[in-house]
């Protein structure tokens, strides 16, 4: 089988079959908000540079962000050229707000999904949404989520790897799992406002680079030292950035396992086999630790993923896959295979 690199060299047109379950909009304008007094982190949008627009968040540039935020037919012919026939499209994460009040939070999320349903209508079925809820709120997200569950466009939500400073595996957020579980929904774990921030030095950019990976670590040993897929086995669960540290993280927890009694008390089963059962992007940027993360936590759990369309996104995701894996079976596994399962629908490539 030749590589993505090799139909380039001789002309012929770049196979389109890969499924991104990580890629990010951002709405073209946002609402003002009409209730009273803005709300503390309610975001608005100032112009920029050509096709570009400032999202202001409390009078701060949070982030300039380009028109392929929102634009969907400049995201396709992106999609085109990077290899991929379908992308799952989600807010970016400052945006799920979990820190805003919960009332204000519920309509902003409200509206942005909405958004994300506009783009999948335009997009002739090569995007799939996953949405957001405010987990500040039990009651409010769960309705949030029954509601996007009855779009067909959407497989499911991102949710941050923290709720102001919950681990996601804490108890209280069971009965969203529950919710998940019983609709059908995926979820995708996303870093979010990260730990260790305060012991990172250099430019405020190494808070993606440096501190997301750890705290998606940690958000992801959160769901196994709760056993959470022991009493949800039907849930898929997915990891951005190849599940950060989780993967330096099991041996210790193995070996701690066996070593302190409450710990066997607590984690019911295997930490490496309640990791199997999890989902993960190959958003890693490397092909030995592509390959290092495939052999722990399995071909069938690993998902293209790009970080689509920020600075800092894989660009190449079906070259990285290709040069990774000779064997064709793995290859299509990561490519769309995996996320077919993950994401609940069909994503082969018509033949």
């Given at each position: 089988?030749?590589?993505?690199?090799?139909?380039?060299?001789?002309?012929?047109?770049?196979?389109?079959?890969?499924?991104?379950?990580?890629?990010?909009?951002?709405?073209?304008?946002?609402?003002?908000?009409?209730?009273?007094?803005?709300?503390?982190?309610?975001?608005?949008?100032?112009?920029?540079?050509?096709?570009?627009?400032?999202?202001?968040?409390?009078?701060?540039?949070?982030?300039?962000?380009?028109?392929?935020?929102?634009?969907?037919?400049?995201?396709?012919?992106?999609?085109?050229?990077?290899?991929?026939?379908?992308?799952?499209?989600?807010?970016?994460?400052?945006?799920?707000?979990?820190?805003?009040e919960?009332?204000?939070?519920?309509?902003?999320?409200?509206?942005?999904?909405?958004?994300?349903?506009?783009?999948?209508?335009?997009?002739?079925?090569?995007?799939?949404?996953?949405?957001?809820?405010?987990?500040?709120?039990?009651?409010?997200?769960?309705a949030?989520?029954?509601r996007?569950?009855?779009?067909p466009?959407?497989?499911?939500?991102?949710?941050?790897?923290?709720?102001?400073?919950?681990?996601?595996?804490?108890?209280?957020?069971?009965?969203f799992?529950?919710?998940?579980?019983?609709?059908?929904?995926?979820?995708?774990?996303?870093?979010?406002?990260?730990?260790?921030?305060?012991?990172?030095?250099?430019?405020?950019?190494?808070?993606?680079?440096?501190?997301?990976?750890?705290?998606?670590?940690?958000?992801?040993?959160?769901?196994?030292?709760?056993?959470?897929?022991?009493?949800?086995?039907?849930?898929?669960?997915?990891?951005?950035?190849?599940?950060?540290?989780?993967?330096?993280?099991?041996?210790?927890?193995?070996?701690?396992?066996r070593?302190?009694?409450?710990?066997?008390?607590?984690?019911?089963?295997?930490?490496?086999?309640?990791?199997?059962?999890?989902?993960?992007?190959?958003?890693?940027?490397?092909?030995?630790?592509?390959?290092?993360?495939?052999?722990?936590?399995?071909?069938?759990?690993?998902?293209?993923?790009?970080?689509?369309?920020?600075?800092?996104?894989?660009?190449?995701?079906?070259?990285r896959?290709?040069?990774?894996?000779?064997?064709?079976?793995?290859?299509?596994?990561?490519?769309?295979?995996?996320?077919?399962?993950?994401?609940?629908r069909?994503?082969?490539?018509?033949?």
């Open positions: 089988m030749g590589s993505a690199a090799d139909d380039r060299r001789y002309g012929l047109p770049r196979c389109a079959c890969g499924v991104d379950v990580h890629a990010h909009i951002v709405p073209a304008s946002f609402p003002a908000y009409l209730k009273g007094p803005r709300p503390t982190g309610w975001p608005e949008m100032a112009e920029a540079q050509p096709c570009h627009r400032h999202v202001v968040i409390d009078g701060r540039n949070y982030r300039t962000v380009s028109d392929r935020c929102w634009d969907v037919p400049k995201r396709l012919d992106d999609m085109e050229q990077m290899g991929l026939s379908l992308q799952a499209i989600s807010a970016m994460p400052e945006l799920m707000s979990y820190w805003m919960a009332g204000p939070a519920d309509e902003l999320q409200r509206y942005i999904n909405d958004q994300i349903a506009l783009m999948l209508d335009d997009s002739a079925g090569r995007l799939v949404g996953l949405g957001a809820v405010p987990l500040q709120d039990m009651d409010l997200a769960l949030e989520l029954q996007l569950m009855r779009h466009g959407f497989a499911g939500v991102q949710i941050g790897s923290n709720v102001n400073g919950k681990p996601i595996g804490a108890p209280e957020f069971d009965p799992f529950e919710a998940a579980d019983a609709l059908g929904a995926a979820v995708f774990v996303h870093a979010l406002r990260p730990a260790g921030q305060d012991r990172l030095v250099g430019p405020a950019q190494l808070q993606q680079v440096l501190a997301y990976p750890g705290e998606v670590g940690l958000a992801a040993a959160s769901v196994i030292c709760s056993n959470l897929m022991l009493r949800r086995p039907g849930l898929r669960i997915a990891f951005s950035h190849g599940g950060g540290t989780l993967g330096l993280l099991l041996p210790r927890l193995e070996e701690g396992r070593v302190f009694p409450a710990l066997q008390d607590s984690i019911a089963t295997s930490p490496t086999e309640q990791a199997r059962r999890l989902f993960y992007d190959a958003l890693v940027y490397d092909e030995p630790t592509l390959r290092h993360l495939t052999g722990l936590f399995g071909e069938t759990q690993i998902m293209v993923g790009t970080d689509y369309p920020f600075n800092f996104h894989e660009r190449n995701p079906v070259d896959i290709e040069a990774a894996f000779a064997d064709e079976a793995t290859r299509r596994r990561l490519l769309h295979d995996n996320a077919s399962t993950f994401l609940g069909n994503t082969r490539p018509a033949t």
